[in-house]
């Protein structure tokens, strides 16, 4: 068992005894927010699933040599576990805190753009999410998600097209919307 101690009990900051770890969790919290959020659909599930992770990674700090890649991983495939146990979702107005201003949160804020998302198989969702929202590399996406980078490229691909030609009819149809007298 490591020596760091957590401290869940003011404002929702976690503290510990290693000034690295909160550093870590201060800096990457927004962000790992915001790719949980759009993993699930759910801002309640979404600080779920990172204070678990986070949680996770303090327990295992001492041992892990990219934190980042770990709770990623943690996120992932807990999400994944949640899948399997219920097929249902639950959807919300509002984002988390943004964190960081990467110019990301303006991407993730097109309420189109998640409504379609949405609609995509867990699979398919979350390689567009690793891949263009967390900006991670085809090798680091499949490394997350257990899969081999192929999948990574042909999940993408699928979801890419799918959202493309999701969004495409949503424009013809708001178009003959507005033409109608």
Not at 50 to 67: G, K, Y
Not at 162 to 178: F, P
Request: proline share 4%; with cysteine; glycine share 4%.
């Amino acid at each position: 068992m490591s020596s760091i101690v957590i401290d869940l009990a003011k404002e929702g900051d976690v503290v510990t005894t290693d000034p690295a770890y909160s550093e870590f969790v201060h800096a990457r919290r927004g962000s790992l927010l915001r790719a949980a959020y759009l993993l699930c659909g759910d801002a309640a599930l979404a600080e779920d699933l990172v204070q678990e992770a986070l949680i996770a990674l303090a327990e295992r700090w001492e041992s892990v040599d990219h934190p980042d890649a770990f709770v990623r991983r943690v996120i992932y495939r807990r999400r994944v576990s949640w899948w399997r146990r219920s097929r249902r979702e639950t959807t919300t107005a509002f984002l988390p805190d943004p964190g960081v201003d990467d110019g990301s949160d303006v991407r993730a804020r097109d309420a189109e753009v998640h409504d379609v998302l949405r609609l995509l198989p867990p699979r398919q969702r979350a390689a567009l999410v690793l891949r263009y929202f967390e900006d991670l590399t085809e090798a680091q996406t499949a490394q997350v998600m257990g899969v081999a980078t192929g999948t990574v490229k042909s999940l993408s691909h699928q979801a890419v097209t799918r959202m493309r030609a999701e969004l495409e009819t949503r424009r013809v149809q708001q178009a003959d919307e507005e033409d109608r007298p």
